[in-house]
């Protein structure tokens, strides 16, 4: 599934195509993706596009009438581009956007996964999907004080615990993987029983490990493309996401895997204690 920096980078890019452009009309060619589309949608009618926002997973995209489409790219979610001349509909194009320049953007998205709706932007806080999210790990509201606060007496293995959305939002399996290794922390380590100190090394590093890879343009594994359609290159620097066997490039020790919260942990069993 792509995580936070994925989607910040599919953000960007519909952000350089989109904005400012008068959204035509919008075609949906399946009722229900994850859940239902909003039938809505489909009265989007010469729109401008006014701004751009990533709020966890989810691509926020502004429109001058106050409303705001909502985009989840689920497992396998991606938006692509291309000219309505030259456009041909594939089987999972699923909702396209057209443009006055006959532009076109592609929702596609082969196991549906994903979502797409359709909100007032005065209700978007109160919204489902955002009512019960955590800060942002790159905003100001993650301070390192707040980070050791809210985790000091969970019993929750590290791991586990930045991953609830309700802490911090959009740390998913890779980055969870990658912070802890940068941290040195074990990542089966109850998150009440850490210091303060060894708090705040986390922090620095989850926010890092973030910064990294939405400047490599995300890991590519499967399904995830760029908005432009080139692939993430982060992956090409995971320490031990996905390596199970293979040396640590710090100590050459073999990497570890174990399943904390039904979800594949890799760790050094050195390097992290």
Not at 117 to 128: I, P, T, W
Not at 184 to 191: E, S, T
């Amino acid at each position: 599934m792509p995580e936070l920096p994925e989607v910040e980078t599919v953000m960007r890019g519909m952000e350089k195509e989109m904005l400012g452009k008068t959204l035509d009309r919008v075609a949906v060619h399946i009722p229900k993706l994850r859940w239902e589309v909003p039938v809505e949608l489909k009265s989007i009618k010469n729109e401008k596009v006014k701004a751009f926002k990533r709020r966890s997973k989810y691509v926020l995209i502004y429109l001058e009438s106050g409303r705001i489409i909502i985009i989840h790219l689920g497992m396998s979610g991606r938006i692509l581009f291309g000219s309505e001349k030259s456009h041909t509909k594939q089987k999972h194009d699923h909702i396209v956007f057209y443009f006055g320049n006959e532009q076109v953007a592609i929702y596609n998205d082969p196991r549906r996964f994903g979502m797409v709706d359709l909100v007032d932007e005065k209700a978007l806080d109160d919204s489902h999907y955002m009512k019960t999210l955590g800060p942002e790990p790159l905003g100001n509201c993650f301070t390192k004080d707040y980070f050791y606060k809210t985790l000091q007496n969970s019993r929750l293995a590290i791991k586990t615990a930045i991953m609830q959305p309700r802490v911090v939002v959009g740390v998913g399996n890779i980055y969870a993987s990658e912070s802890l290794f940068a941290a040195g922390l074990d990542p089966r380590i109850p998150a009440g029983s850490l210091t303060q100190a060894q708090m705040d090394t986390l922090h620095t590093c989850i926010v890092e490990t973030l910064k990294d890879a939405i400047e490599a343009g995300g890991s590519t594994l499967k399904d995830y493309v760029q908005a432009d359609g080139s692939l993430g290159y982060f992956q090409h620097s995971f320490k031990v996401y996905g390596r199970e066997g293979e040396p640590c490039k710090t100590c050459k020790s073999p990497i570890n895997k174990v399943v904390l919260n039904q979800r594949s942990t890799f760790y050094c069993p050195k390097c992290q204690i």
